[in-house]
């Protein structure tokens, strides 16, 4: 991930017009564990106690953040309220 440059933070709403190509963000093995777990995590926190959590994840333009509620993850995406998803392999981190 670029931490030089901010990630550009955007509305939830925006995300179902973006576009993902199928490529991992990640390379490196610990990084995908913990990723999953963070994961894990925002999504008990967003059904259990509705928690807004920020999501840095990368487009096929730059690097976005998106403050939101996760309300599942499945095998491949994030779930966030409307049915919005994000592939999880293009998430750099999650922020709890």
């Known amino acids: 991930m670029d ?10 709403e925006k995300v179902a017009s973006l ?18 777990y963070e994961l894990e995590r925002a999504s008990q926190l ?3 106690d509705h928690v807004k959590i920020k999501i840095v994840f990368e487009d096929n333009e730059n690097i976005k953040q998106v403050e939101t509620t996760v309300w599942a993850v499945t095998e491949g ?5 409307h049915g919005i998803t994000i592939p999880i392999n293009r998430i ?5």
């Open 46 to 48: 967003g059904n259990g």
């Open 19 to 36: 576009h993902f190509p199928e490529t991992e963000v990640l390379a490196a093995k610990d990084d995908l564990q913990r990723r999953t």
């Open 77 to 81: 995406r994030v779930v966030l309220k």
């Open 3 to 12: 931490t030089v440059k901010a990630p550009e933070t955007i509305e939830k």
């Open 92 to 96: 750099h981190e999650i922020r709890l």
